[in-house]
Each structure stands twice: as structure tokens, then as C-alpha cells.
């Protein structure tokens, strides 16, 4: 990967056509700033993208906590920038239904049809999990059946539908409500809420040159115009970033211990 030239990836969301075109005007705006090519790179899953930043072909990433726990533990990223939402750099985790038509609460949920994002998602397949049977839950009795969505939009809609009975995925807080793309509110309960969990990330790739992650992390935290704030919130869900402190995937770090998850 040549000095100034590199590809800032996501993985694949419901609305692809979409987020290519939010990617790659976010890509030209990065580019007009501070010079130097940025490629916008698309990943079929959570784990391809981690694969294609490892192997080198993606210089920034925006990925799951999971995913970023990977890479510190291997030393492959460099800065680690957070999404701000809401003021805070957690969210949570929630089994969701359909209102008045799907299951009242977890004791209802037998032998369903259950939506997940990716089995590399915390919020959209491995907390809830982990928290179904930290209650002493056995999946196997809740759940019949499973989607692999690849996003949480597509997990709500599958839900809403009733092409699922029940669906894992964030929320920013202890009393949440999901809107579709229009606004509007979704018919949708929440069954269960876990824990907060640390916020997704963009890592950056130390195979960048220090002096472009020191440009790049400055136009994320400081500089980046308005339109590029339009443009990662319609992407990531934030117009606000920080820099990761220590011990920030350290709630994460616990609940993979606690269940002897291989991290």
C-alpha cells in the first residue's frame, strides 16, 4: 500500500447502492482535504472486511467491537476512532418483536424464528446470545429457525414483516423505538436489553505512514466539513468521533472471558 494512496472500507448494509454512494462521496471529500487517492472499498461480510484489512487492502475500516478486539490483540491497528451517538461511546443489545402480534416476552419465545445481522456482530448475534443464556436460557428450546440478515435495518424489517418472529440488534439506549428510513416509527418491542456494550470503530491501518494517520485521524475528530458530517451519519449512525481510550473493548473483553469465547 503506497503512501497516499488507500481504501476505507465497510462491510455491506441493506441499501448498498446507497452506501456506495455515501462511501464514495465521503472518499472524494477525504481526498479534496488532504490530497492522496482513497479508494472506497465494499466487504460482502464482517470478516471479509477484517481479512481485507489484515491482508493489507484496506488502510481504514469501519468495524464491529468484536472484530476491533482481533486486531488490538494483534497488534494490527494503529488509532482506534469511535462514533459518538448520542453523547456516548456504548450502546445495547436488543431481542426485538413485533407488537401485538409477535411473543409478549422471553417466556413466549419457543421454538422461533429468530433474525440476526452477522455472527460477527455483538449487538446483532454474539451479546445477545450471551446474555440469553447468562439468564439460563437454552437457545436451542428458544429458537427453531435463524436469517443471517447482514444488517440491522434488515433484521428489523424481517421482524416487521413476520419473516422472523423475533430479531437481535443495537439500540442507543435502556428505552428505545426504531424508526424506518422515512421516520417512521416501527410497530417493535424490545423483550430484553443487555448491558451496554463499546461502540463499533474506525481503525486505521499502521501500514499507513504515521504522518497520513495523524491527517486522517485530525479530519475525523476536527476538521471534517459539514457535508462529511451528513455523510457518516447516514452511513454510521454518527457525525462525531473520538479517539478510543485504554480499556475501552474492556466490557467486551469480560463477557468473551466469562463465556470462554475463543478472542
Known amino acids: 500500500m503506497s503512501v497516499g494512496a488507500y481504501a476505507f472500507g465497510i462491510a455491506r ?15 472524494e471529500l477525504v481526498i479534496r482535504d488532504l490530497g492522496g487517492v482513497m ?8 470478516r471479509r472486511l477484517a481479512d481485507d484489512f489484515q491482508g493489507g487492502r484496506v488502510a481504514m475500516a469501519w468495524m464491529p467491537p ?22 456516548a461511546v456504548t450502546y445495547y443489545s436488543a431481542l426485538v418483536a413485533r407488537r401485538g402480534a409477535g411473543p409478549a416476552s422471553l417466556s413466549d419465545v419457543k421454538h422461533a424464528k429468530v433474525a440476526w ?3 460477527e456482530s455483538s449487538s446483532g448475534y454474539l451479546v445477545p446470545r450471551l446474555h440469553l443464556q447468562a439468564q439460563g436460557r437454552t437457545l436451542g428450546a428458544m429458537f427453531d429457525g435463524e436469517l443471517m440478515t447482514g444488517s440491522h435495518a434488515a433484521v428489523l424489517d424481517a421482524v416487521q414483516s413476520g419473516r422472523a418472529d423475533v430479531g437481535a440488534t443495537y439500540c442507543a439506549s435502556k428505552t428505545p423505538k426504531w424508526t424506518t428510513t422515512s421516520g417512521a416509527e416501527r410497530p417493535l418491542d424490545a423483550l430484553t436489553i443487555t448491558g451496554a456494550i463499546p461502540n463499533d470503530a474506525l481503525v486505521l491501518s499502521p501500514r499507513l505512514a504515521p504522518e ?9 475528530l476536527v476538521d471534517m466539513p459539514e457535508r462529511a458530517r451528513q455523510l457518516t451519519l447516514d452511513l454510521m449512525g454518527a457525525s462525531q468521533f473520538r479517539l478510543a481510550q485504554a480499556g ?3 466490557p467486551l473483553r469480560r463477557i468473551l ?3 470462554s469465547y475463543p478472542n
Open 13 to 27: 448494509t441493506i441499501d448498498p447502492v446507497r452506501s456506495r454512494a455515501r462511501l464514495a462521496e465521503l472518499c
Open 39 to 46: 479508494l472506497p472499498h465494499h466487504a460482502d461480510t464482517y
Open 66 to 87: 468484536l472484530l476491533c478486539i482481533e486486531l488490538e490483540k494483534r497488534s494490527e491497528c494503529a488509532e482506534i476512532v469511535l462514533p459518538v451517538r448520542g453523547g
Open 117 to 119: 445481522v452477522d455472527p
Open 212 to 220: 497520513v494517520r495523524a491527517k486522517l485521524t485530525r479530519w475525523l
Open 248 to 250: 475501552h473493548f474492556a
Open 257 to 259: 472471558t466469562a463465556a
